[in-house]
């Protein structure tokens, strides 16, 4: 395999900025920073520490630490996102992780709003934010934690819950 081939059993480092590229449409560390910053108010200094990965064409990795570049392992550290495709989309794991330091595109719901989420439900929602996707909060016991990644388009909200992590919640 030639170096400026994406690798779909691999995991390669995204490199540092877009003219750092040697794989054609694979996301720099900058821009990853930036689209997180710029769609969620999340400053690149959050991620200090982690270092961002691609394995297969479009998902990309973020991994406390540091490994070897390339390396060819089954998983490392959580999904991030998903790109490669007209608008990038946070995982829920991501946004699990990181998206208590949001400061835009976020959504509190109210219990039942929260209930019919989690259930992997759409529901109509008022919202005066962008459309797209939005990190999904919820408030309990005095704590607001991010439920994970809703899709906001004409005045509903797209659960983005996976499938295996829904919950019916009484």
């Known amino acids: 395999m030639a170096e400026n081939e994406n690798v779909g059993q691999r995991f390669d480092r995204l490199p540092a900025t877009p003219e750092d590229r040697v794989v054609s449409g694979r996301p720099s ?23 961002f990965w691609e394995k297969g064409a479009g998902k990309l990795w973020v991994f406390a630490g540091d490994a070897p570049d390339p390396i060819g392992v089954e998983a490392l550290g959580l999904t991030a996102l998903r790109v490669r495709q007209e608008h990038w989309k946070p995982t829920t794991d991501a946004v699990q992780r990181f998206g208590h330091h949001a400061s835009k595109n976020v959504v509190e719901l109210d219990d ?26 919820h408030s309990t016991a005095g704590e607001t934690e991010p439920l994970g990644v809703g899709l906001y388009l004409h005045g509903k909200l797209r659960s983005q819950i996976p499938k295996g992590r829904r919950r019916e919640i009484e």
Do not use: K, N
């Open 29 to 51: 560390r900058q821009q990853v920073l930036e689209w997180w910053d710029e769609r969620f108010g999340i400053p690149p200094s959050v991620f200090d520490g982690y270092s």
């Open 112 to 137: 039942p709003a929260a209930r019919t989420f989690i259930a992997g439900d759409d529901q109509q929602l008022a919202w005066d934010g962008d459309w797209g996707y939005l990190i999904v909060t």
